[in-house]
């Protein structure tokens, strides 16, 4: 076995990396939106690259070797096609990027060729010549370049370089803007564009070596390549999923490590037992990536057979919850037009475009105000709240930095509780002689026992039965605050009880949004103080040196 050989084994660390990498971006995805399933399937198709590479690089005869090279020909061909889709994508609009179905012209384009050279250089002898193979070159195996081996290489040069320039125009516009989200989009993006020079450089290194110097050593051109795809899928993970409101650069790094570990761990006590080929060595890769990264979806399978439905969408829950604490959430991209509510005030001229535009999809209409009916519903559930997309707000922020908690989506969700909590308390009349059931009260029944106190309307009526029972044993005469809400939560119509509840998470989803607003607008207005402040502190400072000299 040739795992001793760098070359073998940076392939075989290469598929392992990149095919956990694939995996790891269709399971954290919130949506797989085309950005993400194309990213993806880039990195899958990759992986197998380096599969394919480590197999007939170890090849132990040349029929072997020519059959190997001819069916997995392709995945040569293919990734860098999914690498230009992928750039073509980065440069459109968020709201288009979301479709399922995203085909610009050049990227058809490249893809016709790419299916053209695949299925030619697998037919055919004209990429490579399998008929006549050369054998022997230094200590591999090789076959040779066909008369149209060239078209791969310009193929592979011009796509790369289109995938780069995709990129750059990206990197340009996203630096154009000044808002926090897009600053960390542009260091994504900073990342994508120094990967995309190492895979051009790794990529044309091993196909100019393939067709005029075999003899030079092939090792930097997977190393560039290996950085290359390395730095990208980084940049991928990250770019793809902070446009889903997420940082998953924590728990990117956490679940590498575990995979990798398992990876070692098996390996090396496979090892121990004796010679492993290097098929073997990548089914092994392979099988402990594939299970161990979808190891959440194997579960849900396996609790259909052993618990009920409310076991199952509590265990669900519990893990989501798990892996959403390796995230951070931060405030998303600009996010496609949504209907906007008569009821949200218009954004006024002291917040900055961009800040505008995204506190106005964030808070517009109907889907922020579902947002705060569905935090006010899970506020006994931190699963439920921590994947709230009111995790951002700046009142959120204002919560953290007051309480001095470091911001992690675990105390995003604490703060948010507190928030929408002192929220709900604020529906509290004061003063209000028709008591605890008056008219003045209503807002604030429907919410405060369901969601606080946790006594739905449904266990109204029983709990309601209990106090007067207790009471009657005591002998009062007159029920307690508590027994006359639940008496009328229990009176109350079901439709009627609803529609309250949807009035008052309304009030508050305007109370929320107009404290929001007022609070971006002051730091807006601060930010752009701040830099004048500093001017004039330093030109005080600079004439109180000159005054002093002087003196």
């Known amino acids: 076995m040739l795992v001793r050989d760098p070359v073998v084994f940076a392939q075989i660390v290469g598929f392992g990396m990149f095919f956990w990498l694939g995996l790891y971006l269709l399971v954290r995805a919130a949506y797989r939106t085309t950005l993400i399933v194309v990213a993806a399937l880039g990195v899958l198709t990759q992986s197998l690259f380096f599969a394919s590479s480590a197999l007939t690089y170890t090849a132990q005869n040349i029929e072997t070797l020519a059959m190997l090279e001819r069916w997995t020909w392709w995945t040569a061909v293919v990734p860098i096609a999914l690498w230009f889709h992928f750039s073509s994508l980065i440069t459109l609009p968020l709201a288009t990027q979301r479709r399922l179905r995203v085909f610009s012209w050049p990227a058809v384009l490249v893809y016709g060729f790419a299916a053209l050279i695949a299925i030619g250089g697998t037919t055919t002898d004209l990429f490579i010549r399998y008929s006549n193979p050369v054998g022997q070159a230094g200590s591999y195996l090789f076959i040779g370049p066909g008369p149209l081996y060239m078209v791969q290489i310009v193929y592979l040069g011009v796509v790369a370089a289109g995938a780069f320039t995709n990129l750059v125009r990206a990197l340009r516009t996203a630096s154009a803007r000044e808002a926090s989200g897009d600053r960390r989009l542009t260091q994504q993006l900073r990342l994508l564009v120094i990967g995309a020079v190492l895979f051009l450089i790794g990529a044309l290194w091993i196909v100019v070596r393939y067709n005029w110097a075999i003899r030079a050593y092939v090792l930097p051109g997977y190393l560039f390549l290996f950085a290359g795809i390395a730095v990208l899928g980084y940049g991928i993970a990250n770019y793809g999923l902070l446009l889903e409101g997420q940082d998953i650069r924590r728990d990117f790094f956490y679940t590498l490590t575990g995979i990798g570990i398992l990876n070692v761990l098996y390996a090396g006590l496979v090892a121990l037992t004796g010679a492993i080929s290097v098929s073997n060595l990548l089914a092994l890769v392979g099988l402990v990536t594939l299970t161990h990264t979808t190891f959440d979806r194997w579960r849900d399978v396996l609790d259909r057979l052993f618990f009920t439905e409310a076991e199952q969408t509590a265990r669900a829950e519990a893990r989501d919850y798990a892996t959403l604490l390796g995230t951070v959430p931060v405030e998303p991209a600009i996010q496609p037009s949504l209907e906007v509510s008569e009821e949200v005030p218009a954004v006024e001229a002291t917040t900055t475009a961009d800040e505008a535009i995204a506190e106005l999809e964030l808070s517009s209409g109907k889907v922020f105000k579902d947002s705060v009916r569905k935090a006010i519903t899970g506020l006994k559930s931190p699963p439920q709240l921590a994947k709230s997309p009111l995790l951002t707000l700046k009142l959120v922020d204002q919560q953290l930095h007051e309480s001095g908690l470091p911001d992690n989506r675990l105390n995003r969700a604490a703060a948010l509780r507190e928030l929408l909590i002192a929220q709900i308390e604020a529906l509290r009349p004061h003063d209000d002689a028709s008591g ?116």
């Not at 209503?442 to 009471?471: C, D, G, H, M, W």
């Not at 027994?483 to 009627?496: F, R």
């Not at 305007?510 to 207005?525: F, G, H, M, P, Y």
Request: hydrophobic fraction near 35%; proline fraction near 3%; aromatic fraction near 10%.
């Open 436 to 551: 605890p059931t008056g008219e003045a009260w209503r807002f604030y029944n429907v919410l405060y026992y369901p969601y606080i106190q946790a006594v739905s309307r449904k266990a109204a009526l029983s709990e309601a039965r209990r106090l007067a029972e207790t009471r009657r044993r005591q002998g009062q005469a007159r029920p307690d605050e508590l027994e006359q809400v639940l008496s009328w939560l229990a009176d109350v119509d079901e439709d009627t009880f609803y529609k309250w509840q949807r009035r008052a998470s309304d009030t508050i989803a305007l109370i929320l949004w107009e404290e929001n607003l007022k609070l971006s607008q002051e730091r807006a207005t601060f930010d752009q103080l701040a830099p004048r402040q500093r001017d004039s502190e330093s030109s005080v400072a600079g004439s109180v040196r000159s005054a002093d000299r002087r003196g």
